[in-house]
């Protein structure tokens, strides 16, 4: 429970807790905000140190099959297109946690506070389109590897029906727990920066101290 969350308790249960004026509350909004996109930029470094170490473990296909040079080099374009956009993003999360740390500025903050929740929209969207688009590359890896294309052409379409039947739904079920893992993880984060966001706007708008329920 951060600093904020513990006032509001206690303001709910004791009256003569004591009050905190309109800058303290500004002060722990900025603090709390700070905090949440500190752990985004943290968590960001993690997944990109995850994909990294999977790359290095997993066996790419040059060593599974060393006649798919065109795919290999096509997934090889696309995993260092992947790390120079995530690397963006990561910068962008620590441009905004440095910036919302050492602000002062309520109107920087509220700005900081919305560039932040579209980038980590951003960021998401990313890797779901990502996944699509390796899961995709798999899929006619795997027919090329086969030889589907050289097939009779019956036996082709029956192959290729059933190997997309098969992807659509194991990609399916992997965009589903990604999108579960996003929702837990960051979407849990966005929504206290909202939460802080409708808080330094109320501040704003009101000449007195806002009541907190």
């Known amino acids: 429970m951060d600093e904020l969350d513990f ?5 709910k249960k004791d009256e003569d807790f004591p009050k905190v004026d309109k800058e303290g509350i500004r002060k722990m909004l900025h603090n709390s905000s700070s905090s949440i996109v500190k752990w985004i930029f943290y968590i960001s470094i993690l997944e990109l140190l995850a994909g990294l170490a999977l790359n290095f473990l997993l066996p790419n296909d040059t060593d599974i099959n060393p006649d798919s040079d065109i795919v290999s080099t096509l997934e090889n374009a696309l995993s260092v297109v992947f790390y120079i956009v995530i690397a963006y993003f990561i910068y962008k999360f620590f441009s905004s946690y440095r910036s919302i740390k050492n602000t002062s500025n309520t109107k920087v903050l509220l700005r900081d506070i ?9 960021y998401i969207r990313f890797n779901i389109y990502y ?6 590359l798999v899929t006619v890896t795997m027919m090329i590897t086969d030889g589907v294309f050289v097939k009779p052409w019956g036996e082709a379409i029956f192959y290729v029906v059933g190997i997309s039947i098969f992807m659509i739904i194991a990609i399916a ?3 589903g727990l990604v999108k579960f893992y996003y929702k837990v993880v960051y979407r849990r984060l966005v929504n206290k920066l909202n939460k802080n966001y409708e808080q330094l706007v109320q501040l704003d708008e009101q000449e007195e101290v806002p009541t907190i329920e």
Do not use: F, M, N
Request: net charge positive; glycine share 0%; proline share 0%.
């Open 7 to 11: 006032l509001k308790q206690h303001w």
């Open 114 to 122: 919305i560039e932040t929740r579209k980038a980590v929209d951003q």
């Open 131 to 136: 996944i699509i688009t390796v899961s995709a």
């Open 173 to 175: 079920i992997l965009l």
